[in-house]
């Protein structure tokens, strides 16, 4: 019923209910590309299959898959998109989706994979307090609008590989378990990582922060690498607590702006107190000779 519905061109707007059944958005009909997105060379030569009302699913449980795999074409989200609040149990495939319009996931929790891959968000996306599940996907993903995943947790491996974030990115206090990628990244905006946790790898590899990045009281307890990293506005690193070296090989970073590595980085911190035992065994000496 849900998927004739957006086969009517209807939209769909559920509230505290369990939804049974995969959505197998592929199976929508092609369609026109409509007129308001004409010219756009994402879409040329492409199948295009068009949700054009608004996907709304809140404070809901969903026990099927939802799922657009369809490798040629792209699905067309019109409207808004909201799931805040809903529990996916089956895995969320939205790979090769343009959302025109918001699309926000705040308070959803996705027990299983969720794949966003080479998704184009024209609009905001909103996902506070999220919870991710075992693999989270927006490889080659471009946003437009402002993004925010703070107080999120990804729960799984991470891939935010050759994303562009055209607006600021709101990553602070999230925490990412599992291995995490913004290799070959494009940050064009703010790029706010304060106070984020990472328990296991993090690559920033050839990633190109633009704007500033804040990594301020962010904790890294595994490898941090941010090898041929472009730095081009300030960054914070004070306060990082870096459980291991970070690597920043051939990284270039701006000449304006540059705040020390915090001192709970454990390195720092043993050299320090390595330092001032030194120091103080000297005073000793000096005054016992010269007594």
Excluded: C, W
């Excluded at 998109?81 to 790979?95: A, N, P, R, W």
């Excluded at 703070?150 to 491996?157: R, V």
């Amino acid at each position: 019923q849900l998927l004739q519905a957006l086969k009517e061109g209807k939209g769909l707007d559920l509230s505290g209910v369990v939804v049974r059944g995969d959505l197998s958005l592929d199976t929508l009909p092609v369609g026109p590309v409509p007129s308001e997105l004409e010219g756009m060379k994402e879409l040329q030569g492409r199948e295009v299959r068009v949700v054009a009302g608004s996907l709304t699913i809140v404070n809901s449980v969903v026990r099927g898959a939802i799922r657009h795999q369809s490798r040629q074409g792209l699905l067309v989200m019109k409207g808004p998109v909201t799931f805040s609040g809903t529990k996916f149990e089956q895995i969320v495939d939205l790979s090769q989706s343009l959302f025109v319009q918001p699309v926000t996931l705040s308070g959803a929790v996705f027990l299983q994979e969720s794949y966003f891959v080479q998704g184009r968000f024209l609009r905001d996306l909103f996902a506070e307090k999220t919870a991710f599940g075992p693999h989270t996907r927006f490889h080659r993903s471009v946003f437009h609008g402002p993004v925010t995943f703070q107080q999120s947790g990804f729960n799984g491996l991470v891939e935010f590989l050759e994303v562009v974030f055209e607006k600021d990115a709101n990553l602070s206090r999230t925490y990412f378990k599992l291995g995490t990628g913004f290799s070959g990244s494009r940050f064009q905006g703010l790029a706010d990582f304060s106070e984020a946790t990472f328990d296991r790898e993090a690559f920033f590899t050839f990633t190109l922060f633009e704007g500033d990045a804040y990594f301020r009281r962010a904790t890294f307890r595994s490898a941090a690498d941010f090898s041929d990293a472009k730095f081009k506005g300030r960054e914070d690193f004070s306060k990082v607590f870096f459980e291991q070296g970070p690597l920043f090989t051939r990284a270039t970073r701006s000449a304006t702006g540059q705040a020390p590595l915090g001192l709970e980085n454990q390195t720092v911190q043993y050299a320090i107190i390595l330092s001032l035992l030194i120091f103080s065994a000297m005073l000793i000496a000096y005054l016992i000779r010269s007594r």
